[in-house]
């Protein structure tokens, strides 16, 4: 018999789910165990005992129910593109369900405006799916999307594309298909009664908003079906820059409340550094190709492309931050009203400048996921929070000042800090990022490319650095609570149990409970005990 427990724990599993999944969807190798306990930022964390990667949702009720019934947690995994230990084990009796196989696109209904998907598929996926029907869903993904999966945007929250008109992922779901702790499939929204379709989340208390930003503590979503909305077909971009940015965030401010703007956010000089490899013209000639494809006018179109394939992003160095937004309407003459309206509030606190940034976006919305390194390699990890647009300046005054407090012992570390702001809806979103010189990861090489990360694959790992980053952001965090701040992507990262009022933390406990009695459903996810 073999003497290593770990061996043995892995053949536990493999015997558990015998008959259930394929045996060539077990992965317990040492070296894809050892892949799965790093996220984006935390590392090493605990190893799971195997991965597994079921086909459909018959397959991961079968395996919850069998793991759940051996003691043995379930951690919910997507497109890998978190950094705040959603999808990282915190028992060493755990298995990673990683739902890349439920990928596909179960119904698109043009008449009744929804679309069911697995929530393995990732948002590039769906697009696709879509994109010949004329519509889309109202919130359409994260920059991410290539990688970013539907369930890991409905377990985190998510915004970005869409958002400043339409708010988060969650304000477009009409229901949730999820694998209960005791492997029942249960389905939310007018999808859950007899002989309904799934074409509205209304009807009796909303059990849908049960499983949205919860990572996987109440269950395990395998579907969801979403809002379609018409695809606009006037499209324009415009941008600004701005000596402060409380300066820009007023301007976003003002054309959240007149709900003028799809998508947009502000940056600052760093960002623009560090983060301009998301948006770099890597290839001249395919960029001019999606650019003018993109434009209302090709012969305009070639025009930008060929601006941007010469200056790159350098013109955005001339100002402290810039802001850049895309707005859409239904025809040209309300899109020329609304291009007026945006322009007159830029205009009132900074100046416009080129458009290139959003326009060369919008052609290739999920491009390779670049943005996780710095221009040279640099790890890179965000924190954020949301809060009411009344409070944009009185938050980022004391977030200036907080930053400021920290610069010695940021520039001792190497720290490089940036900032992005957004508006989803009528909330005002902040979004630090902090840059530091660290070893690259096996996630990192994966996601980014080896081509990319070969000159800093031999780079030594800095974890004095990577400490002060850990306690950097749970100071931000806790800023950001005391200033009324709210955060999505809780997992197991962000304060918020503890930051409940007591009967709505014991409302929460309870639920738990009741759905979850043994707490195996990603222990520890959302401060819940692990």
Known sequence: MNANPNVQEANEVARLLSGIVPAETILDDDATRAYYSNDVFWQPGVTPLAIVMPGSAAQVADAVRALTAADIAVVPRGGGMSYTKGYLPARDRSVVIDSRKL???????????????????????????????????????????????????????????????????????????????????????????????????????????????????????????????????AVDFVSFGFPSITAMAAAQVEMAREHLVSEGFGIDKTKVEHSASVNRISDGLKILGNVASASTSRLSGIKNA??????GTSFLKNHEFTLHLVIERHDQAALETALARVRAIGRAYGVEIDNAVPRVMRSKPFSPVRGMLGKDGERWVPIHGVFPLSESKRVLDANDAFFAKQKPMMDKHGIKYSVMTMTTGQEFFLEPAFYWMDEITPLHEKSVGHDVVA????????????????????????????????????????????????????????????????????????????
């Open 103 to 233: 990928n596909r696109v179960i119904e698109i209904n043009t008449q009744d405006l929804y679309v069911t998907v697995e929530t393995g598929c990732t948002w590039a996926s769906l697009n696709e799916a879509l994109k010949d029907t004329g519509l889309r869903t109202p919130y359409w993904g994260p920059l991410s999307g290539i990688n970013a999966t539907v369930g890991g945007a409905l377990s985190q929250n998510s915004a970005f594309f869409g958002s400043a008109l339409n708010g988060t992922v969650a304000e477009s779901v009409l229901g949730v298909t999820v694998v209960l702790a005791d492997g029942q499939l249960m389905t939310t929204g007018s999808g859950g009664r007899v002989d309904t379709k799934p074409f509205t989340r209304e009807g009796g208390p909303d059990l849908t908003g049960l499983f949205l930003g919860d990572n996987g503590a109440l269950g395990f979503k395998v579907a969801a079906t979403i809002k379609l909305v018409r695809v606009p077909s």
């Open 306 to 311: 060929l601006n941007v394939a010469v200056t």
């Open 455 to 530: 000159p800093w694959l031999k780079r030594p790992a800095n974890p004095e650095a990577r400490e002060a980053v850990a306690r950097l952001r749970r100071e931000t965090q806790e800023l950001y609570a005391s200033l009324g701040g709210v955060s999505w992507q809780v997992a197991r990262d962000y304060p918020f149990t503890e930051i409940l009022k007591p009967a709505t933390r014991g409302v929460l406990v309870a639920l738990k409970q009741a759905l979850d009695p043994k707490g195996l459903m990603n222990p520890g996810s959302l401060g819940l005990a692990v």
